[in-house]
């Protein structure tokens, strides 16, 4: 047995689908215990759904199952991995059945009860002739393994950021809230050649613009009240990798000079500084704004538009890429049933037609809410229409929990205070009706520093911050 499993891949992942749960169980286990990662479904459909979730190495499967058979699955397989190697586990009465099979391209039939020796060794074989192209794929594809999709407008978008992912190029990616902008930006730095280093995300337009250029350049001891100490940048953090600057359309104009100033030099100078600091950043920006009216209205400056924008691409909204719906759903329904603890064979399919047809104004993270809301309230493993109708009625809102909710509430609270009254902690206090010990311990708690919001602020700081506070 130690020879046969030598000749296959290192934890190679098998997906074994079988209706009998005792056969289901033992095969794992001897499957296992050779060395192979193993995922166990109990049907054709759940088979399917576990395939949208990840590729596996190998599919064995029993040839009589509810629904659809083992032969209508293969069918199903060969059409959408073509080079997935596929065994059948055949009783005598379907033998014809498997060898019409491996004449359609099966790798091979076994009949129950198997000689478990033979079954190593077929699996080692099929692993063997179906390796180079099973890690071509492997490698192809783990780059953007987090975004699920079969449309052809996904496809296109797909390979142009694996083309642009080679180059040094800065990439402006649009597309409306939800749409998986990041997502594609985290793809496309695992594309490059820069993946080994580190990839960072910050949202321009959920920090109040005084701490955003203390956190993009960093500031020194001193450099104004409250710095107690040297702080890194994230484009220091980033240095050698990708800086994702999320919201670019939302960063305050005087900011943009700064972001210029960094990218033509290639150097930052945190705050306080006297010297510059050479970096070496990708930067990949994401913006669901018009840049080009922002721009005649002299919001956004022109010169660090055509500096950001040498690549362009636009993520299309959910409803333009209605085929993936059912994908992206029975997907979410799998991560979020593991999470809650539910069991799920998936959605009835009159709830699947109308996740399809719903309208998905909020995209790919609406989408995500609603399915969340339909498991955390399921009671039955398939998912009704009635649930999915509740949730669509639902407004298109982020969930949070009361904690996270409670979190949000009281930075923006506190941050609002502090615009108000110019950074004095005593006049905020007062209007929050807390006592300033209290206080102090609010702002420490969400790493809020009064001197960053005076007018006053000393050189190098950006003053009063404006319209800072993110909505999302």
Same mark, same amino acid.
């Given at each position: ?19 009998? =749960? ?9 499957? #296992? ?8 479904? !109990? ?13 596996? +190495?190998?599919?064995?499967?029993d040839v009589r199952l ?23 586990? @055949? ?33 080692? +074989? ?5 390796a180079p192209a099973s ?23 797909? =390979? ?5 992912? +080679? ?27 820069? =993946? ?8 321009? #337009? ?29 484009? %220091? ?11 670019? !359309? ?21 705050? #306080? ?13 994401? @913006?669901?704004? /018009? ?5 005649? @209205? ?31 759903? /029975? ?12 069991? &799920? ?20 993270? %609406? ?21 999915? +109708? ?42 929050? %009706?807390? /006592?300033? @010990? ?16 005076? &007018?006053?602020?000393?050189? !190098?700081?950006? #003053? ?9």
């Open positions: 047995m130690s020879d046969t499993s030598s000749l296959a891949a290192p934890r190679a992942r098998l997906l074994v689908v079988d209706d009998d =749960a005792d056969m289901l169980r033992l095969l794992a286990m001897r499957l #296992g215990s050779a060395g192979y990662q193993v995922t166990s479904v !109990g049907s054709a459909e759940a088979a399917l759904g576990q395939l949208d979730i990840e590729r596996p +190495q190998l599919v064995l499967s509810p629904g659809k058979d083992g032969l209508a699955l293969f069918d199903e397989i060969r059409k959408r991995h073509p080079s997935l190697p596929v065994i059948l586990l @055949t009783a005598h009465g379907t033998i014809p059945d498997a060898v019409e099979a491996t004449a359609r391209g099966v790798f091979t039939y076994l009949t129950k009860p198997y000689d478990a020796k033979e079954l190593l060794e077929k699996i080692a +074989q099929a692993l063997a002739l179906g890690d071509s794929t492997r490698v192809d594809e783990v780059w953007r393994n987090e975004i699920v999709s079969r449309s052809n407008r996904m496809a296109d978008l797909l =390979a142009e950021a694996r083309m642009v992912a +080679q180059s040094d190029a800065s990439v402006l990616l649009r597309g409306d809230s939800g749409t998986g902008k990041e997502m594609l930006a985290r793809a496309i730095h695992r594309a490059s050649p820069r =993946a080994s280093r580190p990839f960072i995300a910050v949202n321009c #337009g959920a920090i109040p613009e005084a701490l955003l250029e203390s956190e993009l350049f960093g500031h020194m001891k001193g450099a104004f009240t409250d710095a107690v100490a040297n702080h890194k940048g994230l484009f %220091q953090a980033a240095d050698g990798g990708t800086l994702l600057l999320d919201e670019i !359309g939302d960063m305050p104009p005087a900011l943009q000079v700064k972001l210029l100033r960094v990218l033509q030099e290639r150097a930052v100078r945190p705050l #306080g500084s006297s010297q510059s600091l050479p970096v070496d950043v990708r930067i990949i920006s994401a @913006t669901h704004r /018009n840049l080009e009216e922002a721009m005649a @209205t002299t919001q956004f400056r022109e010169d660090l538009y055509y500096r950001l924008n040498v690549v362009t691409l636009t993520l299309p909204t959910l409803a333009e890429r209605r085929e993936d719906i059912p994908l992206l759903a /029975n997907h979410f329904l799998a991560k979020l049933a593991a999470k809650y603890g539910k069991r &799920s064979s998936g959605f009835a399919p009159e709830a699947l037609k109308a996740l399809t047809m719903s309208a998905w104004p909020g995209n790919v993270r %609406q989408l995500y809410n609603v399915v969340e809301q339909v498991c955390a309230l399921s009671t039955t493993p398939l998912v009704s229409l009635a649930l999915v +109708q509740r949730a669509l009625r639902t407004p298109s809102v982020e969930v949070l929990s009361f904690a996270d909710a409670k979190q949000r509430f009281e930075r923006e609270y506190l941050v609002g205070l502090l615009k108000m009254t110019d950074g004095n902690v005593a006049d905020a206090a007062r209007l929050a %009706q807390r /006592n300033r @010990t209290e206080f102090y311990r609010l702002l420490q708690k969400h790493a809020l520093t009064p001197g960053l919001f005076k &007018s006053d602020s000393p050189p !190098g700081s950006s #003053g009063i911050p404006g319209d800072a506070v993110a909505d999302e």
